[in-house]
Structures are given as structure tokens and as C-alpha cells.
Nanobody, 120 residues
Framework: QVQLVESGGELVQAGDSLRLSCTAS?????MGWFRQSPGKEREFVSA????????YYGEFMKDQFTISGDNAEKTIFLQMTNLKPDDTGVYFC????????????????WGQGTQVTVSS
């Protein structure tokens, strides 16, 4: 079982930028991020597939979020800009040994989550 450890979440002001990091303890096919906001279902934010370098984003996510990573370091980043109160939530790092998808069930490995709070 691959362990994922996120960091970088904190309390910020609306309009601020923030960068989240996640490091895996082992190899994965891809890694990504989901978000759980208060009162909402867990939603897909972004993913990166190591073998192709392709990146994918959830609906409306690409304007604010940029995923990047280093396969050798087994680490991904989520650069978030122009943060809004609606971006508040727990951001989960995910990984999978063989695939990916925009649904939570597509990912086998989950981190504990890092809290991002955006105040107005």
C-alpha cells in the first residue's frame, strides 16, 4: 500500500495563492487531487499521469489550479491562484497503481487531506 502525505494547506485571504504538495511512498501510475468542500460532494480537481505527462482538470478548475510533479521524487504540487471562499475545503492527494479517473472510486490511494480555508 502506497502512503500519501500532503502539506501546504492553511488559512488565506480571498485572492491569495497557495501551493499544496504531496509525496508518495511508492510508485504510482498517476497522482492527483480531490476536494471536499462543506456541504458538497467530493470533487475531482486535477491529475497527472506519469508515463505521458498529461494533466487533467475538473470542470472549471483549470482557470485557477495548475498541477505539476516530479515522478522521480514521487511528488506532485497543486498551485492555486486567486483563491475564493468557495475553494475552502479539505484537499486530498490521490494515487493509483494502474489507472486514473474523475471519480473517487478510480483511485486506490488516499492521503489524510490538508485543510485550505479561504476567508473573504
Amino acid at each position: 500500500q502506497v502512503q500519501l502525505v500532503e502539506s501546504g494547506g492553511e488559512l488565506v485571504q480571498a485572492g491569495d495563492s497557495l501551493r499544496l504538495s504531496c509525496t508518495a511512498s511508492g510508485r504510482t501510475f498517476g497522482m492527483g487531487w480531490f476536494r471536499q468542500s462543506p456541504g458538497k460532494e467530493r470533487e475531482f480537481v486535477s491529475a497527472i499521469i506519469w508515463i505521458t505527462g498529461n494533466t487533467y482538470y475538473g470542470e472549471f478548475m483549470k482557470d485557477q489550479f495548475t498541477i505539476s510533479g516530479d515522478n522521480a521524487e514521487k511528488t506532485i504540487f497543486l498551485q492555486m491562484t486567486n483563491l475564493k471562499p468557495d475553494d475552502t475545503g479539505v484537499y486530498f492527494c490521490v494515487g493509483d497503481p494502474s489507472g486514473w479517473g474523475r471519480r473517487a472510486v478510480n483511485w486506490d490511494y488516499w492521503g489524510q487531506g490538508t485543510q485550505v480555508t479561504v476567508s473573504s
